[in-house]
């Protein structure tokens, strides 16, 4: 009778620990599918006045250098008639001549996610850098030469791209760190 008693005893504990696992894998599904929902746009205050690519040229100035870091401007330019918000930092994907992603990692500042509009009147960018110089040995550091750069609008999702040519035909060592949308 001992023995039926610890047996019994075991299969609840047994029966106990299934119960939590399974309540800590719904839990975790639940904060899962909740961290899904918080990311919808329509959850965005103005969500339709973000900026959608048919509304804005977006261009990139010259690269500047300067001790041992290369940089430019990713300028947003309202097409006439239009007015939206961008807001962040865009998203940059370097791509090869025929597309492809390119090895270059590109890194973002933490933003405050002020909304910023680009109309007629107002143009907004956002800037980005690289090194091109070991600090250290004070050799090049070298990378791919991309042939465009594929523009994520800063948004409340990066829903909308844009492809820029990389007018420069220079080499991007990586990472590449981008700033958070300003007016301009």
Not at 57 to 65: C, E, G, N, R, Y
Not at 93 to 115: H, M, N, Y
Not at 131 to 149: F, I, K, W
Not at 174 to 183: E, Q, Y
Request: hydrophobic fraction near 40%; charge should be negative; aromatic fraction near 4%.
């Amino acid at each position: 009778m001992h023995a039926d008693r610890e047996m019994d005893e075991m299969s609840k504990r047994r029966n106990l620990r299934k119960t939590g696992v399974l309540a800590g894998v719904a839990a975790l599904a639940g904060l899962a599918f909740a961290g899904v929902a918080q990311a919808m746009p329509g959850d965005h205050p103005d969500y339709d006045q973000y900026c959608k690519a048919d509304q804005l040229d977006v261009t990139i100035t010259q690269l500047d250098h300067a001790m041992g870091k290369t940089g430019a401007d990713v300028v947003f330019t309202a097409k006439p008639g239009q007015s939206c918000l961008l807001t962040g930092a865009p998203g940059l994907t370097f791509k090869d001549s025929a597309g492809k992603p390119l090895d270059i990692a590109a890194r973002t500042a933490p933003t405050q996610d002020q909304p910023v509009r680009v109309d007629q009147g107002h143009q907004a960018s956002a800037a980005f850098s690289y090194r091109t110089v070991d600090m250290n040995t004070g050799q090049p550091l070298t990378g791919p030469t991309p042939a465009t750069v594929e523009v994520a609008l800063p948004g409340p999702t990066n829903a909308y791209t844009v492809d820029v040519p990389w007018a420069s035909h220079t080499q991007v060592p990586g990472p590449v760190d981008v700033t958070a949308v300003a007016a301009r």
